[in-house]
């Protein structure tokens, strides 16, 4: 089965059972998948006389990167989305592959993988984007501390860095093997982060200290395997 006409399907048997408010819900984070995999998805299409890309690929074409990329990857990078995204969406998700799976239209052997995605993403999500915001606070906080006299020009980076290690208020990072640290955070950011995750992140260096100027998206570590 095409993927539009799984998903139009499924609202249909769910439009009885749920409460309008939610109903949309449904209908904007499934849209909103949609959009991820006919532009990102890599899946079977075709394109139109106007040369648009129109998504022809079958449901058992999905896989378990693609739940975990737009949740992950899309939502955060792509997504400027309402207040309930973030908790709502990885459940919505989870219940449209059920459902799939219930009825036969799911690639064998990813259900498990992609349950354990879901589930994950629940918990990352707010976290994340809890990180981001007060990241985002801090770094207008350091802004108006520090002019760029206070910093030597050596002393920068910037760029995506992999979290490797939390001490209290303080965040080391890995920017492409050169390891950056120590940060100086917040202990209540400190609790919203967690080692694996990516913080797109400019800092520079003052005495022993890095101090973040400049945040970009942070994005929850892989580890649902």
Same mark, same amino acid.
């Given at each position: 089965?095409? &993927?539009? $006409?799984?998903?139009? @399907?499924?609202? =249909?048997?769910?439009?009885?059972?749920?409460? %309008?408010?939610?109903?949309?819900?449904?209908?904007?984070?499934?849209?909103?998948?949609?959009?991820?995999?006919?532009?990102?998805?890599? @899946?079977?299409?075709?394109?139109?006389?106007?040369?648009? +890309?129109?998504?022809? %690929? #079958?449901?058992?074409?999905?896989?378990?990167?693609?739940?975990?990329?737009?949740?992950?990857?899309?939502?955060?990078?792509?997504?400027?989305? *309402?207040?309930?995204?973030?908790?709502?969406?990885?459940? /919505?998700? $989870?219940?449209?592959?059920?459902?799939?799976?219930?009825?036969?239209?799911?690639?064998?052997?990813? +259900?498990? #993988?992609?349950?354990?995605?879901?589930? =994950?993403?629940?918990?990352?999500? *707010? !976290?994340?984007?809890?990180? %981001?915001?007060?990241?985002?606070? @801090?770094? +207008?906080?350091?802004?108006?501390?520090?002019?760029?006299?206070?910093?030597?020009?050596?002393?920068?980076?910037?760029?995506?860095?992999? &979290? /490797?290690? +939390?001490?209290?208020?303080?965040?080391?990072?890995?920017?492409? #093997?050169?390891? /950056?640290?120590?940060?100086? /955070?917040?202990?209540?950011?400190?609790?919203?982060?967690?080692?694996?995750?990516?913080?797109?992140?400019?800092? !520079? !260096?003052?005495?022993?200290?890095?101090? *973040?100027?400049?945040?970009?998206?942070?994005? *929850?570590?892989?580890?649902?395997?």
């Amino acid at each position: 089965m095409k &993927i539009e $006409q799984s998903m139009k @399907l499924f609202l =249909k048997e769910l439009s009885n059972n749920l409460s %309008a408010k939610t109903f949309q819900r449904y209908e904007y984070v499934l849209h909103l998948f949609y959009n991820y995999l006919e532009n990102y998805g890599e @899946l079977s299409y075709e394109e139109n006389k106007a040369g648009n +890309i129109i998504l022809t %690929a #079958d449901t058992k074409e999905m896989n378990e990167g693609h739940i975990s990329d737009f949740l992950e990857w899309f939502l955060i990078k792509k997504v400027i989305g *309402p207040v309930w995204m973030n908790t709502s969406a990885p459940g /919505i998700i $989870q219940k449209y592959i059920k459902w799939l799976h219930k009825n036969g239209l799911l690639a064998e052997g990813i +259900i498990d #993988d992609v349950i354990k995605i879901t589930k =994950k993403a629940a918990k990352d999500l *707010p !976290r994340v984007e809890k990180a %981001a915001s007060l990241l985002y606070e @801090l770094c +207008i906080e350091n802004r108006g501390k520090f002019s760029l006299d206070n910093f030597k020009y050596e002393d920068y980076m910037e760029g995506y860095g992999e &979290i /490797i290690g +939390i001490e209290e208020d303080n965040l080391y990072l890995n920017y492409d #093997d050169e390891k /950056i640290g120590p940060i100086h /955070i917040t202990k209540e950011i400190a609790g919203y982060l967690k080692e694996g995750d990516i913080v797109n992140l400019v800092v !520079r !260096r003052k005495g022993n200290l890095w101090y *973040p100027l400049e945040v970009g998206n942070v994005y *929850p570590g892989v580890g649902w395997k």
